[in-house]
């Protein structure tokens, strides 16, 4: 979602009349787009901002711009810790970036609004659109809700305009995204929902391949399912966040859902699509995560298989239920201890899934070049380099895989 917010605060600036720099050194104007969805990256950001303010002592002139998901309800509080930032907006509040431009230079008159401006797709294969905003959710770690808001879906026709733009710009694939992108469409009058949106966009003429990201497993209905299974478009490829593997530690952190419910819908999407690839996530060191409740994800992760596993140490965040309520009694040591034995567990299970594409046939979107090689990924989201003579970039090719990997497989181009 940031790298999608980003990109179109960027072309926004650009038809204002400014050009990208390399090193905010030399830049008129800097833009700082934030994560707080884990302690390290809010060090990371507060780190940052001690740099922009050197570069503001060394050049006044220079406009400092914060936006992400450090920027919280209080801006207030925010000008005043940081006084020489020239404008806070939250995250995904582009008005708030005209109204800026606006104010002081007034240049808006001839650039449209940012919501008018798609990003600049200079050699790209793939587009980021976001068609929600937000979430309803409120489990108890997350800080999301608290800086993004509430859910608040894109209209329909707004997203297919903006993808049949992409479409003639030459994007061949669309990702579309949310926080809890399959809740998508239920707080609009149209009767929206993403298995109707994913119908529409696969009708799109240019379009290649579809994808979708993050789903919530109380919000993947059967429909849903069924739609990613019967459209030609829509990848065999599905995110789906587990989180624990322990129904205590569920409740906890009021995911909504217990094990066996997540394993029934594993097991309904592995029916629908048996060609499915499906990654999730595992937050470890909750509090109160004993080595039992542990050991129960653990063992889930075994049983079911997935493709990509995207663990991270729990971190308190402000405002969370969490943080409130509940004593982060897992030592640092324990919390990284954890963090390796599903890495080391994730790493036979995704070489052994891979194994098995060995000597086949993938479909391969070409998305550029490492060195001799191209690369690309498939269907079901699995990294692949090989070798081809002709300039490929953009085009779906077919690759016999020769060797494979936990992290990519390689392959020649099929005859």
């Known amino acids: 979602m940031n790298k999608a917010e980003s990109a179109r605060?960027?072309?926004?600036?650009?038809?204002l009349g400014w050009k990208q720099t390399l090193s905010p050194q030399v830049a008129d104007v800097v833009v700082l787009n934030t994560c707080v969805v884990r302690q390290n990256a809010e060090d990371k950001v507060l780190g940052m901002l001690g740099y922009a303010k050197g570069l503001k002592n060394r050049k006044p002139q220079l406009a400092l711009l914060v936006t992400g998901c450090f920027v919280?309800?209080?801006?207030a509080k925010l000008e005043k810790l940081f006084p020489y930032v020239d404008r806070f907006f939250g995250p995904g509040d582009l008005l708030a970036l005209v109204d800026w431009a606006d104010k002081c230079y007034h240049l808006t008159s001839k650039s449209?609004?940012?919501v008018d401006v798609l990003p600049a797709r200079k050699g790209s294969v793939s587009a980021f659109v976001p068609?929600?905003?937000g979430c309803d959710n409120f489990c108890s770690y997350c800080i999301v809700p608290y800086r993004r808001g509430r859910e608040k879906s894109r209209p329909?026709?707004?997203i297919i305009h903006e993808a049949k733009r992409l479409a003639l710009q030459g994007i061949k694939e669309i990702i579309l995204l949310g926080q809890n992108v399959n809740s998508y469409g239920h707080d609009l009058s149209e009767g929206a929902d993403l298995a109707r949106l994913l119908c529409e966009l696969d009708r799109i003429e240019g379009i290649k391949r579809i994808r979708f990201m993050t789903n919530h497993p109380k919000d993947m209905s059967e429909q849903l399912i069924r739609a990613v299974a019967s459209l030609e478009k829509v990848c065999e490829h599905i995110s789906l966040p587990l989180q624990s593997g322990d129904n205590d530690i569920l409740k906890a952190m009021r995911r909504g859902y217990t094990v066996e419910q997540y394993r029934e819908l594993v097991s309904t999407i592995r029916y629908y699509i048996p060609a499915v690839a499906i990654s999730t996530d595992v937050i470890v060191g909750f509090p109160g995560e004993g080595e039992e409740h542990f050991d129960h994800t653990l063992l889930m992760l075994e049983e079911i298989k997935f493709d990509t596993v995207h663990v991270a140490a729990y971190s308190p965040r402000p405002d969370t239920v969490a943080a409130r309520e509940l004593v982060d009694n897992v030592p640092a040591s324990v919390k990284q201890e954890r963090v390796n034995k599903i890495e080391t567990l994730q790493m036979r299970i995704a070489g052994e899934i891979n194994a098995r594409l060995k000597g086949e046939s993938v479909e391969v979107?070409?998305?550029g070049r490492k060195g001799d090689k191209w690369f690309g990924r498939t269907r079901t989201n699995k990294l692949t380099f090989f070798r081809y003579g002709d300039n490929c970039l953009g085009q779906l090719v077919h690759v016999t895989i020769t060797k494979t990997s936990p992290w990519a497989l390689q392959g020649d181009q099929a005859c």
């Open 365 to 367: 979107l070409v998305e």
């Open 112 to 114: 449209g609004t940012a």
């Open 131 to 133: 068609i929600i905003q």
């Open 72 to 75: 919280g309800p209080d801006i």
């Open 9 to 15: 605060i960027a072309s926004y600036l650009e038809a």
């Open 156 to 158: 329909a026709m707004e």
